[in-house]
Structure formats: structure tokens, C-alpha cells
């Protein structure tokens, strides 16, 4: 019943920059753990940027630097703003989240439907 809806995605300019958004809705009572992953062609999905509930935030090699990840937790919402794109961040990118039900039980991870990020000239 839990579901994210994800926003933001699309085609930018080498150095342009994009900001993608998560929604979660449904069934969950908190929400603990929020991140974001991408998945290139040919490649295995990697973890990009995670924020945990009060937690410090955690960041890929490949975009710190460039890429900030935050939460709104009134919204139930993360984003991952994205600036400084290069080619090579061309991926499907999907957010997921963890929480617990109302009995104090974990759920998830859940995840995005995915978004199309296209970095090109």
C-alpha cells in the first residue's frame, strides 16, 4: 500500500542541473531511512546519496561534491538536487525508503517507479 512517486526527472546539458523529488504515501506510520539509487545501462543499480532519520548524510564518490540529498519529513518527501551533471550520470534513478508501522515494526525498503535522467549535448 506504500507507494513513491518520483518527479523531476529529464534531459539536460553537461553542467546543468535537475532536481528529483520523492513523494511517499500509503500505509506507513514513520519513515527512517530515505535515499537514492540509478541504474546505468549495462550496469548494477548503485546507491547515489541516503539520509537517515537524524543521521548524517552519505554520498557516492562519484557525485559528492555535486549532488545534495534532503528531507521533508512534514511531506514525507526526499529530494536529490543535482547540480554539475556529466554524461556519465545518465541513469534511471530510483528513491526508496524504510520506516515502521504503527506497531513499531520495519517495513520496506520500498521503492520509486523511476526516473529518466539524460545528460547529453
Known amino acids: 500500500q506504500v507507494q513513491l512517486l518520483e518527479s523531476g526527472g529529464g534531459l539536460v546539458q553537461p553542467g546543468g542541473s535537475l532536481r528529483l523529488s520523492c513523494a511517499a504515501s500509503?500505509?506507513?506510520?514513520?519513515?527512517?531511512?530515505m535515499g537514492w539509487y540509478r541504474q546505468a545501462p549495462g550496469k548494477e543499480r548503485e546507491l547515489v546519496a541516503q539520509?537517515?532519520?537524524?543521521?548524517?548524510?552519505n554520498y557516492a564518490d562519484s557525485v559528492k561534491g555535486r549532488f545534495t540529498i534532503s528531507r521533508d519529513n512534514a511531506n514525507n518527501t526526499v529530494y536529490l538536487q543535482m547540480n554539475s551533471l556529466k554524461a556519465e550520470d545518465t541513469a534511471v534513478y530510483y528513491c526508496?525508503?524504510?520506516?515502521?508501522?504503527?506497531?513499531?515494526?520495519?517495513?520496506?525498503?520500498?521503492w520509486g517507479q523511476g526516473t529518466q535522467v539524460t545528460v547529453s549535448s
Open positions: 500509503g500505509n506507513i506510520f514513520s519513515i527512517n531511512e
Open positions: 526508496t525508503i524504510t520506516g515502521r508501522d504503527s506497531y513499531g515494526w520495519k517495513r520496506g525498503p520500498y
Open positions: 539520509i537517515p532519520s537524524g543521521g548524517r548524510t
